[in-house]
Every structure is written in structure tokens, then in C-alpha cells.
């Protein structure tokens, strides 16, 4: 398979550029123009082409797309441009971009300037800057020339650091870069308009409500300082918390703060209202996103936008802002659909994450109740309250059913009360701190790991090594964890610090702050790790036989003809169910539903 590097200029200016708007907002306009594109076929001569939109695309149909594989720094970027624009969808694509993150994106930037010094392959130029507000005629001839040669420059670049970093680096990586890539230039799904349009109105006319019920104007609603003022005036104690990063005091009057909460459920009805205005009008999100999709729709489908490698562990996240990791499940969802003619089918691992903690932690009761399909939410519970499982009741289920999903990671019991109190339960501290001690004496294979993975993050900073959990498959180097697919979560610069007293670990993040590191965080991280490697093979599975269109956490959603729903929901579900040989002895099992939207999925 030929490579075909390829890198794109574009139009731009103070407004329109892809600092104001998105990529797909950007490549669809009508203000979009390509001032030129470079191409490198394999290890020969850059070119450079310019001209009409015809021109350029006439000079591009001479490469045999078809059959090459295409690399770009931004690959999202100019395959969008490559298939929308000119018709042109290439075998595979290859981004050094993605690359980068999984490879130095925890600690280090992964613009193609950055990552060129960093691997030590050249210096990216700055004529760019010299573009700002030119079309392709506003440019003289000298002008368009050195362009050219930035372009060209830009391809070198690209190309010799791919050809550094892609040894050792996974295929199967590769395949995920691709399969992420053409999410977002090969789109299937659409957005149904006018049920978008008639959720935006229902909550345009919801706010107008409890604004008019509040009695008060919107601006007034907003500003904490006058919102303050109005509680105080009616004799209403003003919630406060400590201000993460001031570490000073200030209002807790945000939607997720604890003390604005108890405002929304508090004794007299009128601070209710006002409370209720308050989280509306602030609350704009929803609105926010409707809209975009609207805007979206007009233009034609909906690509899906996500970032391969995104967070410490290789998970995906969103990206373009639309971020279909953190959709909530009300009317956008159900706006999401497929094209007459198909189904989406949309699979979710079963307690992956609670899986994979207990196999690799040695857990093995727990994992055999997994494995025999016991309930051990239920399980847990009888543990906690020393009762028969058959006499655990739902109040107590969800209590074990908390500790199984969120105290795997030393979840300290202030925390603990915390969670469940969002969930409407309220305990006192003692109660929580008993609850969670006995998670821990219960569940002892897990709780020593975290032993374990603390003694080794000192053995690191030592410049040692030692093992942690299931053998042989996190590997501890210097400065990083290796998993079974040959990749890393990294932990630069790892250093031991007293502070009160305590003994603290951190590492350097991408922006140089320190991070805390400790040994519940660790297993965190490394059962997320393996996790995340789980989904993506299957996912790749998947995308043998059917078109993948997004991925959200623990679940992969495809698009498939009507007439094959049943035996395709029967295949994702097979391919949910696949355990590689490095996770043998691991039971994994998933929930398959299908729709004709993302909303409308039935399980």
C-alpha cells in the first residue's frame, strides 16, 4: 500500500477561523476556500498544487487514493476536506497527530511544531501568519510561492516524524486512528430538525416561566453576588464552599455545588422558584447544543467528532464541540438517527471496569459471581449489612451497588457520602465510614492491590521496579506502565514529597503542574487501561462487518441495513463478548438494543 502524505491551506481570518468555529462548521461554509494542497507519494518529491477548486481537484484524481494509505498532522482536519470537498476517500488514514497523544499527548503538546522538536525532525515555519485574511488572488506571486514552501515543509515534517514514530507502534492503534478518522469524514448519521426545533422552543418556553414566576430579570438571576443579595434579603443563609483554586472562600451557588442544591428543595416554595430560574437560565448547555446540532443539520449529516487517546489511559474524547461522551439521555439523543433503510445498533459492556478490577486484582469471588451471573450488587450488600442476600432490599442494593462500581479505587468514605448523597441518600459520616470499611474487608484482594500499587510507585521514584497485579500484564518501567497491547500510561518526572506529615507521590502533566498519583489512582488508571483496550478490539471486531460510528465509554454504536438487524445484533453481541488471550479467565457479557435513534434504543 502506497502512502500519500498530504496537507491542506485554507482560507482564514480573525473570524472565521478554526479558533471561532468548529471543523465541520468551517469546512462546510460557503466563506471555505483552499488556497493549496502538498502531496508526497511515499519517499518522493513533495508537490505542491494551486488553483480553482477544479484545478486542484483534477490534480489530486492522478493519485490512486483508492488503494494508498493518506498521513496528515490533523488527519480529522484535511480527511474532511479530502472527502467532502473533492470526493476523495483514501484506503486508510494515518495521523501523526493521534499518534502523538497516545504517545507523548499525557505530558507534552501535540502540535505539529512541538512534536517536531521533541522527536528532533525539523522546525515548522511561520508563514502562516503572513495568510491571515488573504484569498488565493490576494496573493502575489512570490507570496504564494513561499506558502508553497511552508506547505511542502509542513509534509516533510509530517512524513519524517511518522516514519520515527510509527515503529513499535501498534497496528491495531493504526486501525483505531483510522476507524476514529472516518467517524468524522465518512458520516452516516442525521439529525432530525424538527424534533430539535420543538425541544429548543419547550425550554425556551420553560425558562420564560420560572423567570416570570421568579419576579426577577435574568441578569439579576446570573450574577452570583446579586443572587447573594436577594437570598440575604429573605433571610436565607448564603451556601459556601472553598474555592478549589483560590483556596479561598466564595459562593456555592454553581448547579453541581451541594449547598445551591438544598436551595432547589428548600422549605419555602418562592427560594424553590427562584432557585429553579436560576439553574435555567445558567443552565444553557442543552440549549447550546441543540443548536449546534440545527446548525449541523443544515449543512447535511452529523460527523462524529472524537479524540483518539484523549485521556491518560487511551480512552476516547469528545471533540468539536459536540461531545457525544457527555450527551445526557433526553431529546438530543432521540434527534441523533439513521438514514431510511437502516437500524443503529448500540452495545454496552456489562460492568466492564468492575470486571476487569476484580480479574486483575484476584478477586475472585466477586469475579465468579460475574462469571455465573449472580447479582453482586446484592452480593455486596448482604456483606454490608450481614444479612441474607435474599433479604437485601433495593435501598441496600444500591448501596452495594455503589461500593462494587466506585469504591474498586479507594474511595475514601467523605467521598462516599458524597456520591450517594447526590443520589438523594443521606448518611452521617459514621455510617459511610463503616459501609466502606467493609467494602474493603470484603472485598481484600482489591483493597491489597492498592497496597501494592503504592509500594510500587515508591519503588519508581527510587528508580525501581516491582510487580503489580495480575503477572505479566502492567509492566512497571521508570516512568510508565506498559499493557498487553504495547502501549503506555506514562508517569513523568515521579517524585516523593512530604507534605504534612504524609508522604505524597506526583508526575508532571502535559502542562508541566504536578499531578497526585497514589495507589488507588494507579489501579484506576491501569484497570481503565485495560479496559479501554478491551472495548477497542472489540470495536474492531465490529468494524470488520458493519460501519462503527461512535464509541461512548464502555459502549460501541453501528449502523446496519434493516433487513440484517437481528443477525447483526447477534454478531456486535459476540464480538462484545470477546475475551483476547492475555484477558483469559475474564467474563465479559454486554446489553445489545437497536433503533432508528440514538434515544430510541431498545434493550
Not at 501523526?96 to 528532533?120: C, D, P, Q, W
Not at 510509527?166 to 430538525?193: A, N, Y
Not at 457525544?324 to 448500540?346: A, C, F, H, M, W
Amino acid at each position: 500500500m502506497k502512502l500519500l502524505t498530504i496537507d491542506f491551506e485554507t482560507y482564514y481570518d480573525r473570524q472565521f477561523s478554526l479558533s471561532k468555529i468548529t471543523t465541520e462548521e468551517y469546512i462546510r461554509s460557503d466563506e471555505f476556500e483552499t488556497i493549496g494542497v502538498a502531496v508526497k507519494e511515499d519517499g518522493g518529491e513533495t508537490k505542491w498544487y494551486t488553483g480553482t477548486h477544479q484545478e486542484i481537484k483534477k490534480a489530486l484524481k492522478q493519485y490512486d487514493w483508492e488503494n494508498s494509505g493518506c498521513l496528515a498532522h490533523n488527519a480529522m482536519f484535511d480527511s474532511a476536506i479530502l472527502t467532502w470537498l473533492f470526493g476523495i476517500k483514501p484506503k486508510m488514514w494515518f495521523d501523526t497527530m493521534s499518534m502523538g497523544r497516545a504517545l507523548i499527548g499525557s505530558f507534552h503538546s501535540v502540535s505539529l511544531a512541538n512534536m517536531s522538536k521533541y522527536y528532533e525532525v525539523g522546525e515548522k515555519g511561520t508563514e502562516v501568519l503572513n495568510a491571515l485574511g488573504k484569498r488565493r488572488l490576494d496573493f502575489t506571486e512570490e507570496e504564494l510561492e513561499r506558502y508553497a514552501q511552508y506547505c511542502i515543509n509542513d509534509v516533510e515534517l509530517t512524513y519524517t516524524l511518522f516514519c520515527k514514530i510509527v515503529k513499535g507502534f501498534p497496528h491495531s492503534e493504526l486501525r483505531l486512528i483510522d476507524l476514529t478518522i472516518k467517524m468524522f469524514s465518512e458520516p452516516i448519521l442525521e439529525v432530525d430538525s424538527q424534533l430539535l426545533k420543538e425541544e429548543l422552543k419547550t425550554i425556551e418556553e420553560k425558562k420564560q416561566s420560572l423567570l416570570n414566576q421568579s419576579g426577577m430579570d435574568s441578569k439579576t438571576l446570573a450574577s452570583n453576588k446579586q443572587f447573594a443579595e436577594f437570598l440575604e434579603s429573605r433571610g436565607v443563609k448564603v451556601p459556601i464552599k472553598i474555592s478549589p483554586r483560590t483556596g479561598k472562600e466564595t459562593f456555592a451557588l454553581a448547579k453541581s455545588d451541594e449547598g445551591f442544591k438544598e436551595l432547589l428543595n428548600h422549605e419555602d416554595e418562592e427560594i424553590q422558584i427562584v432557585a429553579s430560574a436560576r439553574k435555567n437560565i445558567k443552565s444553557t448547555i442543552n440549549q447550546t447544543r441543540i443548536e449546534r446540532f440545527l446548525g449541523i443539520a443544515e449543512r447535511g449529516s452529523l460527523p462524529v467528532p472524537l479524540r483518539y487517546y484523549a485521556a491518560h489511559t487511551g480512552r476516547w474524547g469528545g471533540s468539536d464541540k459536540i461531545n457525544l461522551q457527555n450527551l445526557p439521555k433526553n431529546k438530543i439523543r432521540e434527534g441523533i438517527t439513521v438514514p431510511s433503510g437502516y437500524t443503529l445498533i448500540d452495545a454496552d459492556s456489562s460492568q466492564i471496569e468492575a470486571r476487569v478490577l476484580c480479574w486483575f486484582a484476584g478477586q475472585e469471588d466477586m469475579l465468579e459471581a460475574f462469571r455465573t451471573g449472580q447479582d453482586n450488587y446484592k452480593i455486596m450488600a448482604s456483606k454490608i449489612y450481614n444479612k441474607a442476600v435474599e433479604d437485601v432490599t433495593p435501598a441496600e442494593r444500591f448501596i452495594g451497588k455503589t461500593c462494587v462500581l466506585g469504591c474498586g479505587y479507594q474511595m475514601s468514605y467523605s467521598k462516599f457520602r458524597g456520591t450517594i448523597k447526590n443520589a438523594g441518600v443521606d448518611m452521617t459520616e459514621e455510617e459511610c465510614k463503616k459501609i466502606v470499611y467493609a467494602y474493603r474487608d470484603s472485598a481484600n484482594h482489591i483493597a491489597r492491590l492498592w497496597y501494592e500499587g503504592q509500594e510500587l510507585l515508591k519503588s519508581l521514584c527510587r528508580g525501581q521496579v516491582s510487580a503489580f497485579g495480575k503477572e505479566g500484564i502492567a509492566v512497571a518501567f521508570p516512568d510508565s506502565i506498559q499493557l498487553p497491547n504495547n502501549m503506555f500510561i506514562h508517569y513523568k518526572n515521579l517524585q516523593s514529597h512530604i507534605v504534612d506529615g504524609r508522604n505524597e507521590i506526583t508526575y508532571r502533566g502535559r502542562g508541566g503542574e504536578a499531578k497526585y498519583i497514589y495507589g488507588g489512582k494507579l489501579t484506576e488508571n491501569v484497570v481503565q487501561g485495560l479496559a479501554r483496550i478491551l472495548i477497542a478490539d472489540q470495536m474492531l471486531l465490529i468494524a470488520k462487518k458493519y460501519k462503527v460510528v461512535f464509541t461512548v465509554h464502555d459502549a460501541v454504536a453501528c449502523v446496519v441495513p434493516v433487513e440484517e438487524t437481528e443477525r447483526a445484533m447477534e454478531y456486535v453481541k459476540k464480538c462484545m463478548s470477546f475475551v483476547p488471550a492475555w484477558a483469559k479467565g475474564l467474563p465479559l457479557t454486554c446489553e445489545v438494543g437497536c433503533g432508528k435513534s440514538y434515544g430510541g434504543i431498545s434493550k
